[in-house]
Nanobody, 112 residues
Framework: EVHLVESGGGLVQPGGSLRLSCAAS????????MNWVRQAPGKGLEWVSG????????TYTPSVKGRFTIARDNAKNTLYLVLNTLKTEDTAMYYC?????RGQGTQVTVSS
C-alpha cells in the first residue's frame, strides 16, 4: 500500500523559507516521478512541481519557478520541496503525490 507522509510546514513571514519533506513507503520510490501539489483555502488543487525518477529533471509551475526547489533522495525514499521568498499567496496545504495518491498534507501559512 502506498503511504506518503508530509512534514515541515508551519507559519512563516513573507520572504521567509521552509523545507517540506515527504517520506514514502509501500512502493519502489526510485522508479516513480513524484510531484508536489497544493490547495489554498477555498480553491482547487494546484500542481506545484515535479521531479523524474532519477532526480535529474524538474519542472515548476510559473508562479513558484526560481523560488521553490524540488529534490529527492532515493536512498532515503524521501521527497523534498524547499520554499524560498515565500509570499502570502503561497499559503496552502501542500501534498506530495505519486500517480493519483496523495499524503495527508502539511500546512504552509505565510503571514505577517
Amino acid at each position: 500500500e502506498v503511504h506518503l507522509v508530509e512534514s515541515g510546514g508551519g507559519l512563516v513571514q513573507p520572504g521567509g523559507s521552509l523545507r517540506l519533506s515527504c517520506a514514502a513507503s509501500g512502493f519502489d520510490f526510485s522508479f516513480y516521478t513524484m510531484n508536489w501539489v497544493r490547495q489554498a483555502p477555498g480553491k482547487g488543487l494546484e500542481w506545484v512541481s515535479g521531479i523524474n525518477a532519477g532526480g535529474d529533471t524538474t519542472t515548476y509551475t510559473p508562479s513558484v519557478k526560481g523560488r521553490f526547489t524540488i529534490a529527492r533522495d532515493n536512498a532515503k525514499n524521501t521527497l523534498y520541496l524547499v520554499l524560498n521568498t515565500l509570499k502570502t499567496e503561497d499559503t496552502a496545504m501542500y501534498y506530495c503525490s505519486v500517480g493519483d495518491t496523495r499524503g495527508q498534507g502539511t500546512q504552509v501559512t505565510v503571514s505577517s
